[in-house]
T-cell receptor, first 114, second 114 residues
Framework: AQSVTQPDIHITVSEGASLELRCNYS??????LFWYVQSPGQGLQLLLK??????LVQGIKGFEAEFKRSQSSFNLRKPSVHWSDAAEYFC????????????FGAGTILRVKS | DVKVTQSSRYLVKRTGEKVFLECVQD?????MFWYRQDPGLGLRLIYF???????EKGDIPEGYSVSREKKERFSLILESASTNQTSMYLC?????????????FGPGTRLTVT
């Protein structure tokens, strides 16, 4: 069965500092990987996705993520955080044999201090 | 842009009431999903549907049922609401496998059962 681990429940960074949110997955074959962002009281918005090909993927709002098969990781990065990035971030994994079902991590809450 | 709408943003119901949560998507997606979201637990799949009148149980179906009479609409039903069903409920849709695996989310319904 697939599983997703986001080791950090909360992260606090200063505005303008770089950010990395960790995501590890457990799955035998090549998974489909996603990062979503949720602002307070809102639904989830897709930031970026990885299906195949280039292991560094670019997303919206200046975010990028890198798929590392050897580490079973798909970490999300941003070079300079803005106060508006404060939100909860979810990593998710899917696979062809599971149809369109996704498994989500527990989420990481990002706080940005000025 | 894909749009997924949910009938209510906030709902307060009494224990034992029958509760209907409605979800509508406008992108002709085959797949629709209902999740509940609780702090520290991420998103947990309640039910999903891959076609009209078709449904499958997710990870936590107990106490819930669903209905999909039209392709664009997916309803979640709490037959007899209980306080432990107080939660945020999120609806999502996605195209058929092969056309994309990402899910698109509605804004959520925060349900309180008293």
């Amino acid at each position: 069965a697939q599983s997703v681990t986001q080791p950090d429940i909360h992260i606090t960074v200063s505005e303008g500092a770089s950010l990395e949110l960790r995501c590890n997955y457990s799955y035998g074959a090549t998974p489909y990987l996603f990062w979503y962002v949720q602002s307070p009281g809102q639904g989830l918005q897709l930031l970026l996705k990885y299906f195949s090909g280039d292991t560094l993927v670019q997303g919206i709002k200046g975010f990028e993520a890198e798929f590392k098969r050897s580490q079973s990781s798909f970490n999300l990065r941003k070079p300079s955080v803005h106060w508006s990035d404060a939100a909860e971030y979810f990593c998710a994994v899917g696979a062809m044999e599971y149809g369109n079902k996704l498994v989500f991590g527990a989420g990481t809450i990002l706080r940005v201090k000025s | 842009d894909v749009k997924v709408t949910q009938s209510s943003r906030y709902l307060v119901k009494r224990t034992g009431e029958k509760v209907f949560l409605e979800c509508v998507q406008d992108m002709d997606h085959e797949n629709m999903f209902w999740y509940r979201q609780d702090p520290g637990l991420g998103l947990r799949l309640i039910y999903f549907s891959y076609d009209v009148k078709m449904k499958e149980k997710g990870d936590i179906p107990e106490g819930y049922s669903v209905s999909r009479e039209k392709k664009e609409r997916f309803s979640l039903i709490l037959e007899s609401a209980s306080t432990n069903q107080t939660s945020m409920y999120l609806c999502a849709s996605s195209p058929r496998p092969g056309q994309g695996y990402e899910q698109y989310f509605g804004p959520g319904t925060r349900l309180t059962v008293t």
